[in-house]
Protein backbone atom coordinates (compact mmCIF):
# COMPACT_ATOMS: atom_id res chain seq x y z
CA UNK A 1 0.00 0.00 0.00
CA UNK A 2 1.47 3.51 -1.05
CA UNK A 3 2.44 6.10 1.37
CA UNK A 4 0.91 8.60 -0.64
CA UNK A 5 -0.70 12.06 1.02
CA UNK A 6 0.48 11.87 4.33
CA UNK A 7 -1.94 10.93 7.44
CA UNK A 8 -5.51 12.00 8.56
CA UNK A 9 -6.07 13.50 11.57
CA UNK A 10 -9.30 11.71 14.63
CA UNK A 11 -10.39 13.69 16.98
CA UNK A 12 -10.60 11.80 20.28
CA UNK A 13 -14.05 12.81 20.22
CA UNK A 14 -14.58 10.11 17.98
CA UNK A 15 -14.93 7.57 20.67
CA UNK A 16 -18.47 9.94 22.07
CA UNK A 17 -19.62 8.45 18.32
CA UNK A 18 -22.39 6.69 18.41
CA UNK A 19 -21.45 3.18 16.71
CA UNK A 20 -17.85 3.64 17.91
CA UNK A 21 -18.61 0.48 19.86
CA UNK A 22 -19.77 -1.57 16.14
CA UNK A 23 -16.43 -3.01 14.97
CA UNK A 24 -17.50 -3.27 11.79
CA UNK A 25 -18.55 0.20 11.53
CA UNK A 26 -15.95 1.84 12.60
CA UNK A 27 -13.45 -0.73 10.17
CA UNK A 28 -15.33 0.71 7.33
CA UNK A 29 -15.32 4.24 8.51
CA UNK A 30 -11.61 4.55 9.21
CA UNK A 31 -10.69 2.72 5.73
CA UNK A 32 -12.58 4.96 3.97
CA UNK A 33 -10.87 7.87 5.98
CA UNK A 34 -7.96 6.07 4.77
CA UNK A 35 -8.40 5.63 1.25
CA UNK A 36 -10.01 8.43 0.40
CA UNK A 37 -7.85 10.69 -2.29
CA UNK A 38 -5.96 13.08 -0.66
CA UNK A 39 -5.65 14.94 -4.45
CA UNK A 40 -7.68 14.77 -7.53
CA UNK A 41 -7.14 11.62 -9.54
CA UNK A 42 -8.39 9.19 -12.40
CA UNK A 43 -9.64 5.80 -12.85
CA UNK A 44 -9.69 4.07 -15.72
CA UNK A 45 -10.52 7.51 -17.51
CA UNK A 46 -12.76 8.80 -15.37
CA UNK A 47 -12.06 11.55 -12.69
CA UNK A 48 -11.80 10.95 -8.86
CA UNK A 49 -12.38 14.16 -6.71
CA UNK A 50 -10.33 14.66 -3.83
CA UNK A 51 -12.08 12.94 -0.82
CA UNK A 52 -13.24 10.23 -2.93
CA UNK A 53 -12.06 7.05 -4.29
CA UNK A 54 -13.03 4.35 -6.79
CA UNK A 55 -13.81 0.58 -5.71
CA UNK A 56 -16.52 -1.87 -5.66
CA UNK A 57 -18.80 -2.78 -2.91
CA UNK A 58 -16.78 -6.63 -3.12
CA UNK A 59 -13.30 -5.23 -3.52
CA UNK A 60 -14.35 -3.10 -0.02
CA UNK A 61 -15.96 -5.58 1.80
CA UNK A 62 -12.66 -8.05 1.17
CA UNK A 63 -10.12 -4.85 1.97
CA UNK A 64 -12.02 -4.35 5.70
CA UNK A 65 -12.88 -8.05 6.08
CA UNK A 66 -16.68 -8.23 5.74
CA UNK A 67 -19.17 -9.34 4.16
CA UNK A 68 -20.53 -7.20 1.51
CA UNK A 69 -23.80 -6.71 2.75
CA UNK A 70 -22.57 -5.59 5.55
CA UNK A 71 -20.56 -2.65 3.72
CA UNK A 72 -23.80 -1.57 1.93
CA UNK A 73 -25.82 -1.62 5.39
CA UNK A 74 -23.16 1.04 6.75
CA UNK A 75 -22.69 2.80 3.73
CA UNK A 76 -26.64 3.46 3.69
CA UNK A 77 -26.36 4.12 7.38
CA UNK A 78 -23.19 6.99 6.90
CA UNK A 79 -25.01 8.39 4.11
CA UNK A 80 -27.92 8.81 6.16
CA UNK A 81 -27.02 10.73 9.05
Not at 54 to 63: L, V
Amino acid sequence: MPNEGGFIVLNRSIEDWQYWGCESAVAIWLHILVRANWKDGWFMGTPVPRGSFATSIQNFADEVGCHPNTVRKWLKRFEDA
